[in-house]
């Protein structure tokens, strides 16, 4: 099963600063299967990033993925108040499942 | 537009099965490029992905390991619908429950969530 980490647990920022978030995967990831999610409490997880690098529809632009292999960033540039929430990373192995990383908090 | 609408119980006891159910409008249950999944999230495990059924050329599933043994996805085409059974549970199954879709055409991402259902096992 493909582990997947993500660093730092928390970040603790202000609005306008640039976050970066981390995911490493223990085997690297199929074929840039790699997702970013945003998680507010009370809501459904959102899709921001698929494919390591695409944004999908009615992701700001200030969100920016990148990466292969199994190390992935997502960089989160001049933070908005709602950009505060908590980010997961998802892979896709070649064993047909999914996994999400454990999260990273965005605070204030 | 896709909108999936979860129903279902809440509130359990140990050693009872789980049962909820995810409703599809604008979409098909049937489609042979989606494939259509169970997530559940906890304080303590965050994210969890507990499985997902699809249809290509004939029905399949893929199941996590940690819940393998205990979960059973499956579709209901009259209905346009897919269900998830989880056997067993014991309080560590408390979590809020999600079904979500993925597309087909973004890397296995999951671009459609249910609502969630918010579900607690105790005596």
């Known amino acids: 099963e493909n582990v997947v980490t993500q660093s730092p647990g928390t970040l603790s920022l202000s609005p306008g600063e640039r976050a970066t978030l981390s995911c490493t995967a223990s085997q690297i990831v199929h074929s840039g299967h790699l997702g970013w999610y945003q998680h507010k409490p009370g809501q459904a997880p959102r899709l921001l990033i698929y494919?390591?690098?695409n944004r999908a529809i009615g992701t700001p632009d200030r969100f920016i993925g990148s990466g292969s292999g199994t190390d992935f960033t997502l960089t989160i540039n001049r933070l908005e108040p709602e950009d505060f929430a908590v980010y997961y990373c998802q892979q896709y192995d070649m064993s047909s499942r999914l996994t999400f990383g454990p999260g990273t908090k965005v605070e204030i | 537009q896709v909108q999936l609408e979860q129903s279902g119980p809440g509130l359990m006891k140990p050693s009872q099965t789980l049962s909820l159910t995810c409703a599809i409008s604008g979409d098909s249950v049937s489609s042979n490029s989606v494939a259509w999944n169970w997530i559940r999230q906890s304080p303590s495990r965050g994210l969890e992905w507990l499985g997902r059924?699809?249809?290509?050329?004939?029905?399949?599933?893929d199941y996590a390991l940690s819940v393998e043994s205990r979960i059973t996805i499956n579709p209901d085409t009259s209905k346009n619908e897919f269900s998830l059974q989880l056997n067993s549970v014991t309080p560590e199954d408390t979590a809020v429950y999600y079904c979500?879709?993925?597309?087909?055409?973004?890397?296995?991402?999951?671009?459609?969530w249910g609502q969630g259902t918010t579900v607690t096992v105790s005596s």
């Open positions: 494919g390591a690098s």
């Open positions: 979500a879709r993925d597309p087909g055409y973004c890397y296995s991402c999951l671009d459609v």
């Open positions: 059924t699809y249809y290509r050329s004939k029905w399949l599933n």
